[in-house]
């Protein structure tokens, strides 16, 4: 419970401020050229709101809905997801945007997307000044990668260490790696001492890369036991700090890898059990282990494991192993950092829009849920602000789609507008805004509903 609203109040804290500072993009734009705003709301309030005021000698009411959805800014004279049909059948008056020229609507138009995506870069580049970039390089895991059935059928072998695609080096483990070894036609790795060169398959996807359980390669590390919880199932079998675990289960392992997937198998036995002797059959399991004091003698213990399956040990990480590189940056050279982190990061999420198109993309659609599921369990503001400065680049993309009822839509029309200088009938973009709405509602139940369907175990 307490990871949830960690996660929860992490969401809630960077949605508000996206959606403010994008709203607030509109409202500058509308107050530049003189456009009057009728309401600024963070969240959305049919039927009541939480809070609300309006500033004497101020034509703008500002606010804070109940429905956490996002927030709007109610723009006079502008058709919108108000639908206030009412006012644009009164006469266009000076104040109001149906009234201003074309460019001057399609810049509070895209006030809010500008907006967001300059915050993200300003954001990634304050990361970078403040924590800099520290990351384990791919060439320095001497003990190479982990890899899946999948990866091993075209030819890559547990220990390899990724050097380079046909077009870039390969630097760190990240979606960016799984991203350029998608759409490679050669991957490079270094085996044995050897640099080995293999053929990638045409029909490789990123999406079927992360989604495989396990997934199709992780860095290799190695079953080693960094600590024993006292009175453990792992203390009363003997195990101490340095021993390595070897088998699980009647299972061979040699990496925390390979100890994750046989738990996972563990773990689906232990959800269909209907009785506690069923539960204590699953949890009643033999581990083989070796001391670090003499590897090559093995201990065979029969244990019962947690009711959550654990053993009680803490196990060793990246940071056991390698040591991390660190790029530190000085306050002027964090901005074109930044900067140059921010476009690679949308242009990768543009890459992988091709996905949403196909059924696996449909299934892997997510809601707020899986949004908030991406911020880390535990209070980590490095962390927030990355998955912040992600959330904005998102926002600002999603919302310049040609879309009606998102600002692209209204860009379209605009373009449209300022092009054939013939302006759209009213009657016709309130029924587009209509269609798009309707369209954006959609999106939104399967997205959400896809959420509950994994999390009931159906996905």
């Not at 994750?260 to 059959?281: I, R, Y």
């Not at 074109?336 to 990061?345: E, K």
């Not at 013939?422 to 959420?451: Q, T, W």
């Amino acid at each position: 419970m307490e990871i949830f609203l960690i996660r929860l109040l992490q969401f809630m804290l960077a949605i508000s401020i996206l959606v403010l500072l994008h709203e607030g993009g509109h409202f500058f734009f509308a107050k530049l050229f003189g456009v009057r705003v009728e309401k600024f709301y963070l969240f959305f309030d049919p039927w009541f709101h939480l809070f609300e005021f309006k500033p004497k000698k101020s034509d703008t009411t500002y606010g804070v809905g109940w429905l956490p959805l996002g927030g709007y800014c109610k723009i006079s004279g502008m058709i919108d997801e108000s639908f206030d049909t009412e006012q644009m059948k009164q006469p266009a008056q000076p104040w109001e945007f149906r009234s201003k020229p074309a460019w001057q609507r399609l810049l509070i138009m895209v006030g809010g997307v500008l907006v967001n995506f300059l915050l993200a870069l300003f954001i990634y580049s304050m990361v970078l000044y403040t924590w800099g970039d520290s990351y384990y390089r791919l060439d320095k895991m001497t003990m190479g990668m982990k890899f899946n059935d999948a990866a091993k059928k075209i030819g890559f072998k547990d220990g390899d260490v990724l050097l380079r695609t046909n077009e870039n080096t390969l630097t760190k483990f990240d979606v960016d790696m799984y991203r350029d070894i998608a759409n490679a036609q050669t991957v490079t790795v270094m085996r044995q001492g050897k640099e080995i060169q293999l053929t990638m398959p045409e029909d490789m996807s990123l999406l079927t890369m992360l989604k495989e359980q396990p997934v199709f390669v992780k860095p290799f590390i190695p079953a080693d036991i960094d600590s024993v919880m006292p009175n453990s199932p792992a203390a009363k079998a003997g195990m101490m700090k340095g021993d390595k675990l070897l088998a699980i289960g009647g299972k061979s392992i040699d990496s925390w890898n390979e100890f994750d997937d046989q738990m996972a198998v563990m773990g689906d036995m232990l959800s269909v059990a209907k009785t506690t002797k069923d539960s204590m059959k699953v949890r009643t399991t033999t581990v083989v282990f070796c001391h670090k004091a003499s590897p090559e003698k093995r201990d065979t213990v029969k244990m019962v494991l947690n009711p959550d399956l654990t053993l009680g040990i803490g196990r060793t990480y990246l940071a056991t192993y390698y040591k991390p590189e660190t790029v530190e940056y000085g306050f002027f050279e964090s901005f074109p950092a930044g900067i140059n982190y921010g476009i690679g990061v949308l242009r990768g999420y543009v890459d992988d829009m091709k996905y949403v198109f196909t059924a696996d993309g449909a299934k892997s659609l997510g809601g707020f849920g899986s949004i908030g599921s991406l911020f880390p369990p535990t209070w980590d503001w490095m962390m927030f602000w990355r998955m912040t400065a992600f959330l904005s680049i998102i926002l600002a993309f999603m919302n310049i789609l040609p879309i009606p009822a998102l600002d692209g839509g209204h860009v379209l029309f605009l373009l449209y507008e300022m092009i054939t200088r013939r302006k759209p009938s009213e009657n016709f973009l309130i029924r587009a805004e209509y269609v798009g709405f309707g369209i954006l509602i959609l999106l939104m139940v399967v997205a959400n509903l896809n959420d509950i369907l994994r999390w009931l175990g159906y996905m």
